[in-house]
T-cell receptor, first 114, second 115 residues
Framework: GQQLNQSPQSMFIQEGEDVSMNCTSSSIFNTWLWYKQDPGEGPVLLIALYKAGELTSNGRLTAQFGITRKDSFLNISASIPSDVGIYFCAGRSYASGGSYIPTFGRGTSLIVHP | KAGVTQTPRYLIKTRGQQVTLSCSPISGHRSVSWYQQTPGQGLQFLFEYFSETQRNKGNFPGRFSGRQFSNSRSEMNVSTLELGDSALYLC??????????????FGPGTRLTVL
């Protein structure tokens, strides 16, 4: 089956620092998604990418859909304490049942020290 | 607009029992997907329902089943529980199934512990 390698597994940074995480896949995806999950909650969609090479921003977050369609990265600039959480990437491809099924990375745990 | 709701939020069962989890999607959403989240395997797709029909199924044994009602509410059932079934079960809804730009919204999950 499809595999997503997300790195780093965890990050410990100081408030104000920039953060970068990425996902690579052995397969091509039609869509790349980035989610954040807070403790006790479900994942919340941060950024969706639909085209190879696409670069999209959402406030301090920037994500890119790799040219090969097998990778994506997420950058967070000027981190703040509320950025703490687990960030997941997900690649989505079209399934035979007529729907898009996402494959998730294992997550990057981000801790921001004030 | 109310978000995706899941009940119960926490559940403790013993091996061999069965369990039913419930999910109410966002009003107007017709697609409901279920995921299992564990520290070891991460987030894994279980199945998706759209208009009361199962559209896709992940790689899980037949002990895992689900259904969707005419009001789009969904239930998933796990029979003959095993210790490895302990996980956070997440439900997600979206308006349609198959639309590229269709955002999927997750509920808070049901934390199942099997003893």
């Amino acid at each position: 089956g499809q595999q997503l390698n997300q790195s780093p597994q965890s990050m410990f940074i100081q408030e104000g620092e920039d953060v970068s995480m990425n996902c690579t896949s052995s397969s091509i995806f039609n869509t790349w998604l980035w989610y954040k999950q807070d403790p006790g909650e479900g994942p919340v969609l941060l950024i969706a990418l639909y085209k190879a090479g696409e670069l999209t921003s959402n406030g301090r977050l920037t994500a890119q859909f790799g040219i090969t369609r097998k990778d994506s990265f997420l950058n967070i600039s000027a981190s703040i304490p509320s950025d703490v959480g687990i960030y997941f990437c997900a690649g989505r491809s079209y399934a035979s049942g007529g729907s898009y099924i996402p494959t998730f990375g294992r997550g990057t745990s981000l801790i921001v020290h004030p | 607009k109310a978000g995706v709701t899941q009940t119960p939020r926490y559940l403790i069962k013993t091996r061999g029992q069965q369990v039913t989890l419930s999910c109410s999607p966002i009003s107007g959403h017709r697609s409901v997907s279920w995921y299992q989240q564990t520290p070891g395997q991460g987030l894994q797709f279980l199945f998706e329902y759209f208009s009361e029909t199962q559209r896709n199924k992940g790689n899980f044994p037949g002990r895992f089943s689900g259904r969707q009602f005419s009001n789009s509410r969904s239930e998933m059932n796990v029979s003959t529980l095993e210790l490895g079934d302990s996980a956070l079960y997440l439900c997600a809804s979206r308006y349609t199934s198959g639309t590229r730009g269709d955002t999927q919204y997750f509920g808070p999950g049901t934390r199942l512990t099997v003893l």
